[in-house]
C-alpha cells in the first residue's frame, strides 16, 4: 500500500499502468490488518494487565477514525489519479525541448569579437582565459565555429585537477604511460610537433595517428607535455563524492577575472616531463575489475552517501524501478536527457549495463589520475575528447550508388539496428540478461518472453476537438505486428563463456548477416545503443536523413550541443519507452482485441527532427569542430601543468 500510495501521490501522469482494484485491495488489506492488529494489541493488554481497561477503550476510537481517514484519502488519490491523458506526453516533450535548445544557442554563440568571447570567458568561467586564447579564437572562427562561448564541458571535467600541483600532474601522467598494462598510451607535445611515446599496443595504433593528425593542426600553439590517453573503451577514474566536491569547489576559485597575466607558458617545460623509460615499469595505480560489478566500488561513488544509487540496492530488475525512473521521464517518454544521464537516482542500472555487470577491460581509480577518454559515465572523471573514431572516419556517413540515401518518403519505416554482444562479458554467470544491447533485442524479437509493453492508443471517448489517450498493454508479438522492427545481433555471439555462449545463441537466433554500414541509410528509424564504451555510429546516424533513437548511459564531449527531442529521439536504457515511442512516430494501423485503430503516426516531427539534427550537426559537429574542442581543452591543460599557472593567461588582445 506504501507503494501504491507514494506511486499515487508523485505521479498524476498515469503512466506505468496500476489498476485501480489493486490499489483499492492493496489499501483495505492494510487496513484490515491494522485493524486486527490493535484488536489483538488490546486484548493481549487486557489479560495482562485488566486494570487498563480504560487505555484500550479509548485507542480504538482514535484509531478507527486514523484508519477511515486514511481509507478517504487513499480513494480520493485514486479517483483523482485518471488513467487517461489529453495530450501525448511527447507532443510537450517536443515543444519544450525546441525552447531549450533556442536559451542554448542563444548563450553559446553570442560573442562576434575577441573582446567579446574574452569578456563572455571571464563571466562564465570566473577566470582569464589560457594563454594563446587569440589563437584559438582564431582558429575557430576561420573555421567558421557556431559555438564559441558555451564550453562547460571542459569546465565540469577539468575542475578538479586545479587542485593537483602541476608537479603531480606530471608524476601521474608518467605513471600512467610508463606501465603498457595500464592500457594508456602517451603522446607528447615538443616544439610543436606531436609524438607516440614508447610501449603502444599495435592494435590502438590507429588511435593515436588520428589524435596526431588532429593535434598537427594547433600543435605549434601549444606548450611542451605529455597526455596519457584511455586506450580502453571503458572510463577509469571515479573519485568518491566526499572527496570530489570540495576539490570542484577549490578549483572553482582558481585564478581571477581582472588579473594581469603573461600571454605565455612557461619556458622550459620540457626539462620537467620525466622521460619514458625504455624499461616499462611495473607498478601502477590501478586495480583491475574486469569481468566484475563495477557499480559498488565504482559507478556510484561519484553520487551523494544519501542518494539511491549509494544507500540502496535494487536486485530484483524483472519488473520497471518507476522511482528510478520517474526523475527523467514524462510518463512512458523520457524527458530529461541529461538527468537520465546522471545514476544517483537509478540504483537498477547496476543490472542493467555492461559496464556496471561485466565490463570487458576495467581498471580503474579511486585517485584524480589525468586520463583523456572518448567517453564516460557519470561520476567518473576523465577528461573528455572527441574521439578519434570518429575523427578518423571508422564509422563514417557515406552514401553511395548502391547504398543511397533516399528522402524520407522513401524510406522503409523500420526501426533498425545490427551489432555485436560486446557490450560487457557474459562469462557464464548470465550477465548478458541484464546487458542493454541484449536487453532492447530481446524486447523486439519474435520468440520473446518479455512481457506486455505498454503503448499509448485514443480511448473510444475520444473525438476530433478532444483526445483522449490510454496506455494500453500489448504482447510483444501484437506490436511487432503493428510496428515493425529490426534488431538483431551479427554474425556470432561474442565476449561470452560458459553456458552464456550457447543461451544467447539460442535466444537471438537467427543471427543476422554482416550487411554494410551504409545500408543503414535505407531504414526511417536507426537505434544506437551503447557498446562496451560510446557508440561510435551516432554522429554518422545523426549526418543522415534518417531520425536515429538514442538509448545511453556514456556522454560524450557534444553531450551539450545536442538537445534530445529536438537532434534525436532518446529513449530510457530501460527500453520501457521503445515501442510506445515507435507508436508516436510511426502511428498505429490494425485491429487491437476486436477494435480498429488507424492512428496516423507524427511523420511530419519525425522526418523534421531528422532534418534538424542533420543540419545541427553539419554546423557544431564537423571534424573540424572536433579540432577546436580539443584544441581548447588542451590549452586549458597547458596552463593546468604550467608551474607558474597563477601568472600566465590572456587577458586582452594589446598584451604584449
Ligand atoms: C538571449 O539572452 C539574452 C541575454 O541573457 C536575453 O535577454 C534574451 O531574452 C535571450 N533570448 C532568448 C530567445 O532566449
Ligand atoms: C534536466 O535536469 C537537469 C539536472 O537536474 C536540470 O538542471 C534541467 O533544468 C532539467 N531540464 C529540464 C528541461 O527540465
Ligand atoms: C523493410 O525492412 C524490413 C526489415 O529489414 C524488411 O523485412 C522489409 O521487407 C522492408 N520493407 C520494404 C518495403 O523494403
Given at each position: 500500500m506504501t507503494s501504491t500510495t507514494a506511486f499515487a501521490w508523485a505521479h498524476p501522469?498515469?503512466?506505468p499502468i496500476r489498476s485501480a482494484g489493486y490499489g483499492f485491495t492493496a489499501a483495505s488489506l492494510a487496513m484490515f490488518a491494522l485493524i486486527v492488529y490493535f484488536n489483538v494489541e488490546a486484548v493481549s493488554n487486557d489479560s495482562d494487565r485488566?486494570?487498563?481497561?480504560t487505555t484500550f477503550a479509548r485507542v480504538p476510537t482514535l484509531v478507527y477514525l486514523t484508519i477511515l481517514l486514511l481509507l478517504g484519502l487513499r480513494t480520493a488519490l485514486w479517483v483523482q489519479?485518471?488513467?487517461?491523458?489529453?495530450?501525448?506526453p511527447i507532443d510537450l516533450l517536443i515543444w519544450e525541448a525546441k525552447q531549450q535548445h533556442d536559451a542554448y544557442t542563444n548563450q553559446s554563440t553570442?560573442?562576434?569579437s575577441l573582446d567579446e568571447a574574452l569578456q563572455n570567458y571571464r563571466t562564465r568561467y570566473n577566470r582569464q582565459p589560457p594563454p594563446n586564447f587569440d589563437k584559438w579564437y582564431e582558429y575557430a572562427t576561420e573555421r567558421t565555429s557556431?559555438?564559441?562561448?558555451?564550453?562547460d564541458s571542459i569546465e565540469r571535467d577539468l575542475l578538479?585537477?586545479?587542485?593537483?600541483?602541476p608537479e603531480e600532474i606530471r608524476e601521474r601522467t608518467w605513471e600512467l604511460i610508463s606501465n603498457p598494462w595500464n592500457d594508456a598510451a602517451g603522446l607528447s607535445i615538443r616544439d610543436g610537433k606531436v609524438e607516440i611515446s614508447p610501449h603502444v599496443v599495435p592494435t590502438h595504433r590507429w588511435m593515436l595517428d588520428g589524435l596526431v593528425e588532429m593535434i598537427g593542426f594547433f600543435a605549434e600553439w601549444l606548450p611542451d607535455m605529455d597526455l596519457a590517453f584511455n586506450l580502453n573503451d571503458e572510463c577509469r577514474v571515479a573519485v568518491p563524492y566526499e572527496a570530489v566536491e570540495p576539490m570542484r569547489a577549490q578549483g572553482r576559485a582558481?585564478?581571477?577575472?581582472t588579473a594581469s597575466v603573461r600571454n605565455t607558458f612557461s619556458p622550459?617545460?620540457?626539462?620537467q616531463w620525466t622521460p619514458i623509460p625504455e624499461e616499462p615499469i611495473t607498478t601502477t595505480p590501478l586495480t583491475e575489475l574486469s569481468f566484475q560489478r563495477t557499480f559498488q566500488p565504482f559507478?556510484?561513488?561519484?553520487?551523494?552517501?544519501?542518494?539511491p544509487a549509494r544507500s540502496q540496492n535494487r536486485?530484483?530488475?524483472?519488473?520497471?524501478c518507476t522511482t528510478c525512473t520517474a526523475p527523467h521521464s514524462h510518463g512512458i517518454a523520457l524527458s530529461n536527457w541529461t538527468l537520465a544521464g546522471n545514476?544517483?537516482?537509478?540504483?537498477?542500472?547496476a543490472s542493467l549495463h555492461g559496464l556496471y555487470l561485466s565490463p570487458a577491460a576495467f581498471k580503474g581509480s579511486h585517485t584524480l589520475l589525468p586520463i583523456f577518454s572518448q567517453s564516460k559515465a557519470h561520476g567518473f572523471n576523465d577528461v573528455l575528447y572527441p574521439s578519434a573514431w570518429n575523427y578518423m572516419d571508422k564509422a563514417v556517413y557515406r552514401p553511395s550508388e548502391e547504398y543511397p540515401d533516399p528522402d524520407w518518403k522513401s524510406k522503409n519505416a523500420t526501426l533498425f539496428w545490427r551489432g555485436a554482444?560486446?557490450?560487457?562479458?557474459?562469462?557464464?554467470?548470465?550477465?548478458?540478461?541484464?546487458m542493454t544491447r541484449q536487453r532492447f533485442v530481446h524486447l523486439a524479437s519474435p520468440n520473446t518472453t518479455s512481457p506486455s509493453q505498454a503503448i499509448l492508443l485514443p480511448t473510444s471517448k475520444s473525438t476530433n476537438t478532444a483526445p483522449r489517450l490510454q496506455y494500453t498493454s500489448l504482447s510483444p508479438s501484437v506490436l511487432r505486428s503493428l510496428l515493425p522492427v529490426d534488431l538483431q545481433f551479427v554474425s556470432s555471439i561474442l565476449r561470452c563463456g560458459g553456458r552464456d555462449c550457447g543461451d544467447q545463441a539460442a535466444e537471438f537466433a537467427p543471427l543476422a548477416e554482416p550487411s554494410d554500414f551504409?545500408?543503414?541509410?535505407?531504414?526511417?528509424y536507426l537505434l544506437d545503443l551503447d557498446g562496451?564504451?560510446?557508440?561510435?555510429r551516432f554522429l554518422p546516424f545523426l549526418h543522415s536523413k534518417s531520425l536515429p533513437f538514442k538509448a545511453a548511459l556514456f556522454r560524450e564531449w557534444w553531450d551539450d550541443r545536442l538537445t534530445a527531442w529536438v537532434h534525436f529521439v532518446p529513449l530510457d536504457l530501460r527500453g520501457q519507452g521503445m515501442w510506445a515511442t515507435l507508436a508516436y512516430f510511426a502511428g498505429v494501423n490494425g485491429t487491437i482485441g476486436g477494435r480498429s485503430f488507424d492512428v496516423e503516426g507524427r511523420d511530419v516531427e519525425g522526418e523534421r527532427i531528422a532534418r534538424v539534427g542533420r543540419e545541427w550537426a553539419g554546423k557544431v559537429l564537423r571534424r573540424e569542430d572536433m579540432e577546436i574542442y580539443f584544441f581548447r581543452v588542451l590549452l586549458e591543460w597547458g596552463r593546468l601543468t604550467d608551474e607558474g599557472r597563477e601568472g600566465i593567461g590572456f587577458s586582452g588582445a594589446d598584451d604584449p
Open positions: 501522469h498515469p503512466f485488566s486494570s487498563s481497561k489519479h485518471d488513467s487517461l491523458v489529453t495530450y501525448h553570442r560573442s562576434t557556431l559555438i564559441i562561448d558555451d564550453f578538479p585537477f586545479y587542485t593537483l600541483s582558481f585564478g581571477d577575472p622550459d617545460r620540457a626539462a559507478g556510484s561513488v561519484g553520487c551523494p552517501p544519501s542518494s536486485w530484483s530488475v524483472a519488473s520497471l545514476i544517483c537516482h537509478q540504483p537498477d542500472v554482444t560486446s557490450e560487457g562479458v557474459s562469462p557464464g554467470g548470465g550477465q548478458w540478461k541484464g551504409q545500408g543503414h541509410w535505407g531504414y526511417k562496451a564504451g560510446f557508440s561510435g
